[in-house]
């Protein structure tokens, strides 16, 4: 209800109520309900959740007092002109990167009478500070990945296919009380590495001389992490190795440079400096990294020439690569919380070289 109300206050002294959060992850983090269908409707008079009779039990009992739910019986356009009837309103500013073509004309087409407004991205914008208790999770999904990764530097050999390799991933979450990945775990062997979101293969085994690069996270009690480390089966040959030694120092540099106030451009522009000083830049196509919370990917993007500053309690990403198509790939990933001091990183397992033999 915190979340809620600092919104609502927030909406209000900028005048964009009442306001229709359609995000369910933006619902779930000022709601906490879970479901698969709902939606928001922030009044001057107060919030109203909209659902139907497969979530009316499970949201009323969950959402915060002073939350009113609203059963959609006729479409979800009728239960909005509902609400506004009741609450006199005539106008509805409308969460803006969530909602779809199809649904905002359903919305336009259905409430004839009201003034459809662009609403911006309040709630992501809120959700870039994280709470204490945000954080505790946070810490925690990241830990359970620290140890899963540990795990598989035991686990991985010849022979495995990468299926194997993602199968055992999950397992290792599902037994450490995760509901499972926080995205599609990707295990990319040999030449497959140098394709930054590589599709794991079923096939595919792990050879001796390969680059095995893993990118995995957990999804633990809302909340995800995310992390990369890239392995080297029986012997690593002197190429990679160099390149392996750019990646780790403009990642450990980028890390370094992680406090409050820095923009996401210059950090991205740190490793990408690093990378390209070294005569790889154009084996650097992606961001350096992201937020991560209650989504994988969420505000902010860290990206080149992005002026947003980091703020305090704010979790992120840090990930750059190098990539030479028919060859393989490097990437290094950890996550790092911004700290009134500077940072600290989340996830733990070594940088140095891994040779798997
Ligand atoms: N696995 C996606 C990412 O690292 O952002
Ligand atoms: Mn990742
Ligand atoms: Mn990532």
Request: hydrophobic content about 40%; glycine content about 10%; charged content about 25%.
């Amino acid at each position: 209800m915190m979340r809620l109300k600092k919104l609502t206050r927030d909406l209000a002294r900028e005048g964009i109520l009442p306001y229709l959060v359609s995000s369910l992850p933006n619902i779930e983090y000022l709601t906490g309900f879970k479901g698969s269908y709902g939606t928001l409707l922030i009044a001057r008079k107060g919030p109203f959740f909209i659902s139907d009779s497969r979530y009316e039990e499970y949201a009323k009992k969950i959402l915060p007092r002073g939350v009113e739910f609203v059963l959609q019986k006729d479409g979800l356009p009728n239960a909005i002109r509902e609400v506004l009837e009741k609450t006199a309103d005539r106008a509805l500013y409308l969460e803006e990167h969530s909602l779809t073509l199809g649904a905002y004309y359903a919305l336009k087409d259905g409430l004839a009478k009201v003034k459809l407004l662009r609403g911006g991205d309040a709630v992501n914008a809120l959700r870039v500070v994280k709470d204490p208790g945000e954080i505790e999770l946070l810490r925690e999904a990241a830990a359970i990945t620290d140890r899963c990764v540990e795990h598989l530097a035991g686990f991985v050999k010849p022979g495995l296919t990468e299926w194997e390799v993602a199968t055992e991933i999950e397992d290792f979450y599902r037994g450490a009380g995760c509901r499972g990945s926080s995205f599609s775990t990707i295990v990319a062997s040999g030449a497959g590495s140098s394709m930054p979101h590589y599709d794991t293969s079923m096939e595919k085994t792990i050879e001796e001389g390969d680059a095995l690069l893993i990118d995995m996270g957990c999804h633990f009690r809302g909340y995800n992490s995310d992390l990369t480390r890239t392995f080297f089966m029986g012997w690593i040959d002197e190429e990679m190795r160099r390149i392996y030694g750019i990646v780790r120092e403009a990642q450990e540099a980028a890390l370094e440079a992680v406090r409050p106030g820095v923009t996401a451009g210059k950090l991205d522009s740190i490793a990408r400096g690093i990378i390209a000083k070294n005569g790889f830049g154009e084996a650097f196509g992606h961001s350096l990294g992201h937020g991560i919370g209650i989504d994988v990917h969420e505000v902010p993007a860290i990206r080149a020439k992005s002026p947003f500053r980091l703020k305090k309690n704010t979790v992120i990403t840090i990930e750059p690569g190098i990539y030479i198509p028919g060859i393989g790939g490097v990437r290094i990933e950890d996550m790092v919380l911004v700290t009134e001091a500077g940072r600290e990183v989340l996830t733990h397992f070594t940088k140095d070289i891994v040779v798997i033999h």
